[in-house]
């Protein structure tokens, strides 16, 4: 991939070593269909400088090699698959099917983007508005002046034997789907028996039914008709039902060949990096512009909200979030995790992931940091949401917590220097009792299953304050990291065996040589 591609700000520090992950959050961040003029004219520009970016919205890098992008039919209404017309299923009709070569493993790193171009050539002289793509990650192939050094993707279907070229018709309507390797076997593109016309003919081109369930993600582009001068868009022509995508993107008259973009809001900017906006609603994750550039997205963030938490001197705040909430690299978020009946206390770095909801521990510097409510995605972290006792005036009675579930028992979060753990603390022998102060406890409780009930607390395993509140990066060689003392990596996880480039050490962040 290329050097934009694969780049990742500084502040993320070792986040970029994280293990891969082939469901990593692949999103379609931009589609450029609509076209330019041809430059010093009012003609179309027909060059090819139509292209689609995907964007890795998450801390994971991402093996796309595999995946496929399909675009959906475009039929005038006559012929035409509407979603109206569906009594009931998630099936769509593709027009053309695309995979990214598996030659080798194409790696998007954290925060990544990759971008696909009709046809891998400098634009920019010859359209208006016209884009830099000799660069280009990947070319959809077939189109003459494309860079031969830039991947091209297989055609595995087209609507039409003699289109091998992309079809990102200009003006709409226009509906784009990616899927993960993993689902090749939900699509019958090499067998015709499969194939449908156009709806309700017999002739012509023929289309390639996909269950959109299978979809990673989906974007639909609708096009706008004026009436008295006034451009509205017709939400029936919507090809994708509401639970794939709840709304649509109005292709305005700029959409023609304008140099309009559709591109993905942020939903957060952290430390450098873009979390786009994903709420499986396009009306709300999109917006279109002509000076949004290639690789670039809006500076501005949507759907979030500021809110001050203050860290006090022991390093930790228990912590109820009200709604889904993300962290700058500035503070770490603890939970813990039961597996075969063994509690795990475990912490990750703020910025990894969007959090839900729930009861967490906030570990950082002393002193006020900002974490960010947010209502912009619908992939959440699924840490701290089990094993937490929900927080109920109706479960407290004179200072006193009752579990009336079997073999459930409540421990509350304590931190006295250098010790902090979940304790149990039984009332009259009652091991599913806890006494507790609600006014100075933090209010933050786990309820687990163990074996043993004579178990009486959990020491924090997770990651200290001490062990990354530190400036500065020093070296070290790599046998001297892995001595027996405690070794973090960035996530706050213990490791044995070391992996990253950066580990944290004593209290210091150390780069392993």
């Known amino acids: ?10 502040a993320l520090l070792g986040m970029c070593m994280l293990a891969t992950n082939a469901d990593a959050q692949m999103v379609i ?16 520009y027909t060059g090819g400088e139509e292209y689609i970016e995907l964007h890795n919205n998450s801390a994971s890098e991402c093996n796309i090699s595999g995946m496929m992008i399909g ?20 099936e769509i009709k593709l027009k053309q099917l695309y995979q990214i070569p598996e030659d080798k493993d194409y790696i ?60 990102l018709t200009n003006g709409g309507d226009a509906g784009i789907v990616i899927i993960k390797k993993g689902y090749a076997s939900k699509l019958t593109y090499a067998d015709e028996s499969t194939f449908v016309f156009a709806n309700g003919k017999t002739t012509g081109s023929k289309y390639l039914p996909f269950n959109a369930y299978y979809a990673m993600d989906v974007v639909e582009i ?86 001050t938490v203050t860290i006090p001197a022991s390093g930790f705040l228990p912590f109820y979030a009200e709604k889904a909430f993300f962290c700058g690299s500035d503070l770490y978020v603890g939970y813990v995790s039961i597996s075969s009946n063994v509690a795990k206390c475990n912490s990750v770095q703020g910025n990894t992931t969007v959090f839900n909801n729930s009861p967490y521990l906030l570990i950082g510097a002393p002193g006020t940091h900002t974490i960010k409510y947010t209502e912009a995605t619908r992939l959440l972290s ?11 005036d109706d479960k407290y009675v004179d200072g006193v917590l009752t579990i009336k579930t079997k073999n459930r028992y409540p421990m509350k979060f304590v931190n006295d220097g250098e010790n902090p753990r979940f304790v149990r603390d ?30 009486t607390s959990i020491k924090w395993d997770g990651i200290m304050p001490k062990d990354f509140i530190t400036t500065g990066i020093e070296c070290i060689n790599k046998t001297s990291a892995t001595t027996d003392d405690k070794v973090y990596d960035l996530r706050g996880m213990k490791v044995g065996n070391i992996s990253s480039d950066i580990i944290i050490k004593g209290g210091k962040k150390y780069l392993v040589k």
């Open 222 to 307: 609708l096009k706008t008709k004026a009436t008295d001068g006034v451009y509205s868009v017709d939400p029936e022509r919507k090809r994708f039902s509401d639970n794939q995508d709840k709304g649509y993107v109005p292709a305005t008259e700029k959409m023609n060949k304008d140099g309009f973009i559709v591109y993905r809001k942020t939903a957060l900017n952290c430390d450098g990096n873009k979390y786009l906006y994903d709420t499986n609603n396009s009306t709300n994750d999109f917006a279109i512009s002509n000076t949004i550039a290639l690789e670039e997205y809006d500076d501005n963030e949507y759907g979030t909200t500021d809110v």
């Open 426 to 455: 039984a009332v009259d022998n009652n091991p599913q009792t806890l006494k507790i102060d609600v006014a100075s406890e933090g209010r933050l409780y786990i309820n687990l299953n163990y074996l043993n009930e004579e178990e």
């Open 108 to 167: 998007v790193k954290p925060w990544g983007n990759v971008v696909i171009a009709a046809c891998a050539m400098d634009h920019s002289t010859l359209a208006n508005g016209g884009a830099d793509l000799s660069k280009a990650d990947f070319t959809f192939g077939g189109m003459n002046g494309d860079n031969e050094s830039v991947p091209k993707l297989n055609l595995l279907f087209s609507f039409n034997d003699n289109t091998k070229v992309v079809n």
């Open 1 to 10: 991939m290329r050097k934009n591609t694969t780049k990742i700000c500084a």
């Open 29 to 44: 961040s931009k589609v450029f269909y609509a076209g330019t003029t041809k430059a010093g004219a009012t003609t179309n």
């Open 382 to 392: 699924t840490a701290g949401q089990n094993n937490w006792i929900e927080d109920n």
């Open 71 to 90: 675009l959906v039919e475009s039929e005038a209404t006559t012929g035409a698959y509407y979603a109206k017309d569906r009594e009931s299923g998630y």
